[in-house]
């Protein structure tokens, strides 16, 4: 006789986490997750001075938007995964008293059929209330996070954020700003494209949001068996989806251009341009990139195909599925845009979350650096 399945078979297990001892004294926390098309991300961190310090982090694949692109819908196995790290994000929360946070979902929330289910449910089984939040919100606070990045020669700014299920560019002219201001221009965004307050403002030429990320780009040529020829696809069809986005009609000049790159793919690049045995944040973030550089990693990447991209350190086993659709997108940026060069940032939406919160309480000093 068979043995009978207990009736626990199959939930979703509730991980278990040491209490952290609580320090006296301390500024008040604050959390920022973001639920991706394929990762699920969670900073926990303290003001400090005009920046911030981070105590605690959560990032793991979760790949919600698995199957997406075939059925419209999350699929069990998607959400089942993503649960399991909401619950893990949840234990953090409460470890560490967290009582000001924001938690969003982006893209594959946003298109699934049953987005709106899936977040009720979230709510349901974990007690966190996740907004599905607007491309333009989206695009807004991965803006400001890559604020202490601009150069203070930069009059034409680019901020690329590569996700997972879509891709935000947002092109900011910054010629009416002061240099000293220019920063704190940026920073003020998260109010808005449009600052309120009167001070010099950065002036958004225009946005787009690209229903194109590493992971729906990547679906869309599936069939495709040749790497080769599926990453030229790839790369081709991400420049069409681009034709609209008004700055990229106009002959642009050189001068006083920069593009900032935030995303997964492009800190991998960078970590493999500089031959990272293992990732290093410190020698990534702010990083400098030329487009020869980049060619050439991905150049290599194409070199080792799919098999040699698995065994590479470098790469990870969560991003070497996403690699070369991110790549196809990164090359194809560059050759729209006048610039033999790119800043690399490690941060994006889960930052802007946070300088949005602290500076909308007031509890960051205002300053350059």
């Known amino acids: 006789m068979a043995p009978k399945r207990p009736e626990s078979a199959g939930a979703i297990p509730k991980p278990v986490e040491s209490p952290a001892l609580s320090l006296p004294d301390q500024p008040s926390l604050y959390a920022a997750l973001d639920l991706g098309t394929n990762s699920c991300r969670m900073l926990i961190a303290r003001p400090e001075g005009t920046q911030f310090k981070v105590v605690d982090s959560f990032s793991k694949s979760v790949q919600?938007?698995?199957?997406?692109?075939?059925?419209?819908?999350?699929?069990?196995?998607?959400i089942y995964r993503t649960i399991q790290a909401l619950r893990v994000c949840r234990q953090?929360?409460?470890?560490?008293?967290?009582?000001?946070?924001?938690?969003?979902?982006?893209?594959?929330?946003?298109?699934?059929?049953?987005?709106?289910?899936?977040?009720?449910?979230?709510?349901r089984e974990t007690g966190?209330?996740?907004?599905?939040?607007?491309?333009?919100?989206?695009?807004?606070?991965?803006?400001?996070?890559?604020?202490p990045l601009v150069s203070a020669g930069t009059e034409q700014l680019l901020v690329v954020d590569i996700g997972g299920g879509s891709?935000?560019?947002?092109?900011?002219?910054?010629?009416?700003?002061?240099?000293?201001?220019?920063?704190?221009?940026?920073?003020?965004?998260?109010?808005?494209?449009?600052?309120?307050?009167?001070?010099?403002?950065?002036?958004?030429?225009?946005?787009i949001s690209v229903p194109l990320g590493v992971a729906t780009l990547r679906d869309q040529f599936r069939d495709v068996e040749d790497d080769s020829a599926r990453f030229a696809l790839m790369s081709w069809f991400f420049e069409e989806n681009l034709a609209e986005f008004a700055p990229y009609k106009d002959e642009q000049t050189r001068e006083g251009f920069q593009i900032v790159g935030t995303?997964?793919?492009?800190?991998?690049?960078?970590?493999?341009?500089?031959?990272?045995?293992?990732?290093?944040?410190?020698?990534?973030d702010g990083l400098t990139m030329t487009s020869d550089e980049i060619d050439k990693v991905i150049r290599n990447y194409l070199a080792l195909g799919p098999a040699g991209r698995r065994r590479d350190p470098r790469i990870g086993q969560d991003r070497q599925a996403l690699i070369m659709s991110g790549a196809a997108i990164l090359q194809a940026l560059l050759r729209c845009w006048p610039t033999d060069?790119?800043?690399?940032?490690?941060?994006?939406?889960?930052?802007?979350?946070?300088?949005?919160?602290m500076a909308a309480d007031g509890v960051l000093m205002d300053g350059d650096d």
Request: glycine share 8%; proline share 3%.
């Open 128 to 147: 966190l209330r996740l907004d599905i939040i607007k491309p333009e919100e989206e695009a807004r606070l991965a803006v400001v996070s890559c604020a």
């Open 167 to 207: 891709t935000e560019l947002v092109w900011i002219d910054l010629r009416d700003v002061p240099q000293p201001e220019r920063r704190r221009a940026i920073m003020r965004m998260h109010l808005g494209f449009q600052c309120p307050d009167g001070r010099p403002g950065a002036r958004v030429v225009d946005w």
């Open 64 to 78: 919600l938007g698995a199957g997406l692109e075939r059925s419209g819908k999350l699929s069990r196995a998607s």
């Open 263 to 284: 995303s997964g793919t492009v800190t991998t690049v960078a970590a493999s341009h500089l031959g990272l045995k293992r990732y290093d944040r410190n020698k990534v």
């Open 341 to 357: 060069r790119l800043s690399v940032a490690d941060r994006g939406l889960r930052e802007g979350m946070l300088y949005a919160q």
């Open 92 to 123: 953090k929360l409460k470890r560490h008293r967290v009582t000001q946070m924001r938690l969003v979902a982006t893209e594959a929330c946003r298109r699934a059929s049953n987005g709106a289910d899936f977040m009720a449910r979230v709510e």
